[in-house]
């Protein structure tokens, strides 16, 4: 660290901590700004660059870990305030964004009287595992529905 390394920290309180999307959002967001901007999990470090979606994803950060970011650079001062500003606003993922979605599945369920384990999935070729999954559960029924994030 040098003199001019501004430092700033901020709470991760999302459900799903800093796993992969999480992750890619917050280097994505890094790599907007020509500052020098790290990462840790402790205000001493280890430090890691934060435009690396694979370094930032090690840590493995669970809800309730405090951030640490440290910058310098021409625009150090922006980047820190965005990157504190996108952790803040709890990194909103896809599954976040799915809890009405489920909620209203399970209400739905529970209107006809069928028991609904109502939860995401994420994958690309994921067809196999849900039936085999269901056939584990013995289900009667998959339903399956794609939502689209604007």
Known sequence: ????????????TNDVGL???????????????????????????PWVDAKSPVKVM?????KGETLHFRA?????????AAIVALVDAHM????????PVLAEASAIAELYGVGVEARTLRGRAAGEAI????????????VLSRCRFT
Do not use: C, W, Y
């Open 19 to 45: 796993h992969a999307r999480p992750s890619v959002k917050l280097t994505q967001l890094a790599k907007r700004f020509g500052a020098h901007v790290e990462f840790s999990l402790a205000k001493n470090g």
């Open 1 to 12: 660290m040098t003199a001019t390394d501004l430092e700033r920290s901020a709470l991760l």
């Open 58 to 62: 090690r840590f493995k950060a669970a």
């Open 92 to 99: 909103t993922d896809e599954e976040e964004q799915l809890k």
């Open 72 to 80: 310098s650079g021409s625009d150090a001062t922006e980047a820190l």
């Open 131 to 142: 039936v085999e999954e269901a056939k584990q559960a013995r289900s009667e029924i998959i």
